[in-house]
Nanobody, 123 residues
């Protein structure tokens, strides 16, 4: 079974930093790109960052560009989101996403999500 387990969320002051981790299992991690999403109360879930399967290319939402860094360690089957210069507007539940994954003997592809981890930026 595919599983994404997140950690690292918490309460930080504006300007602070936080590093989120997402440990993946149940699929061939190195074959897939990975993404981070976030959702604030009353807002739609938005894409924050993506990374290719080998970590060679990354993309970011304009709102986090220059402040957040997505990375991965395929040997540890883990993807990270380093968040610097945090703002109150970054407050949200952050989700790890594995898109288009094929698991086991099934040819069906689907997206998998972590449980979400709360990030609160407040003074």
């Amino acid at each position: 079974q595919v599983q994404l387990v997140e950690s690292g969320g918490g309460l930080v002051q504006p300007g602070g930093s936080l590093r989120l981790s997402c440990a993946a299992s149940g699929f061939t991690f190195s074959r897939y790109g990975m993404s981070w999403y976030r959702q604030a109360p009353g807002k739609e879930r938005e894409l924050v960052a993506t990374i290719t399967s080998n970590g060679g290319s990354t993309n970011y939402a304009d709102s986090v560009k220059g402040r957040f860094t997505i990375s991965r360690d395929n040997a540890k089957t883990t993807v990270y989101l380093q968040m610097n210069s945090l703002k109150p507007e970054d407050t949200a539940v952050y989700y790890c996403n594995a898109p288009g994954v094929r698991s086991g003997y099934s040819s069906v592809r689907r997206d998998y999500w972590g449980q979400g981890t709360q990030v609160t930026v407040s003074s």
